[in-house]
């Protein structure tokens, strides 16, 4: 049975600081690896794939660990805009599985 | 403008009354799922399918069906809902080099 652990939240942080999330898979066989953000009531959206050797895109960070089995991702300078629920994905060939998510609130 | 369309996006229902939840997809993407979304569950993939007359079980599909005879396409149908099908549901479509997947803006079913 694949099964995915998120850190539960909620994160409380202030504008400016740096977090981190993390999310673990027991089936290795996933192809591929995404974190998706999900603002309330609203539809995920792709915020970046996870490759391999990691990846960075702005202030977004992440990271894969194959021997571990977890992915992660940092955010630094964090704006109130980030508040959203964050989502790490696992592809296991079109069968995609989702993390229950983590709760992100930056505070003014 | 790529997107991933669904209706309706709000329904109101009783128990046993057939119903379906169209999704459309104008990015020409091979791949499609259905989910729900439930508090404390998470998103659960309830279908997904792979091309044309192609479909396969995700995680949830009991109580639901599918169909794929047109690309852009994918309807999800529920020939007798009960109560514990009420849920958010989203469609979407996956496709490109690194296989994102791109959302539909959700279906909220309450089903009485």
């Known amino acids: 049975r694949k099964e995915v652990e998120q850190d539960p939240g909620p994160f409380n942080v202030p504008e400016g600081a740096t977090v981190a999330f993390n999310c673990t898979y027991s089936?290795?066989?996933?192809?591929?690896f995404f974190w998706y953000r999900q603002d309330c009531r609203k539809e995920p959206k792709l915020l970046m794939s996870?490759?391999?050797s990691g990846n960075e895109d702005g202030r977004f960070t992440a990271q894969l660990n194959r021997a571990s089995q977890y992915i992660s991702l940092l955010i630094r300078d964090s704006k109130l805009s980030d508040s959203a629920t964050y989502l790490c994905?696992?592809?296991?060939?079109?069968?995609?599985?989702f993390g229950p998510g983590t709760r992100l609130s930056v505070l003014p | 403008e790529a997107q991933v369309t669904q209706n309706p996006r709000y329904l109101i229902t009783v128990t046993g009354k057939k119903l379906t939840v169209t999704c459309s997809q104008n990015?020409?993407?091979?791949?499609m799922s259905w989910y729900r979304q439930d508090p404390g569950l998470g998103l659960r993939q309830i279908y997904y399918?792979?091309?044309?007359?192609?479909?396969d079980k995700g995680d949830v599909p009991e109580g639901y069906k599918v169909s794929r005879k047109e690309k852009r396409n994918f309807p999800l149908i529920l020939e007798s809902p009960s109560p514990n099908q009420t849920s958010l549901y989203f469609c979407?479509?996956?496709?490109?080099?690194?296989?994102?997947?791109?959302f539909g803006p959700g279906t909220r079913l309450t089903v009485l």
């Open positions: 996870v490759y391999s």
């Open positions: 994905v696992f592809d296991y060939g079109q069968n995609f599985v």
């Open positions: 089936n290795s066989a996933s192809q591929s």
């Open positions: 990015m020409n993407h091979e791949y």
């Open positions: 399918s792979m091309n044309v007359e192609v479909t």
């Open positions: 979407a479509s996956s496709g490109g080099l690194y296989n994102e997947q791109f």
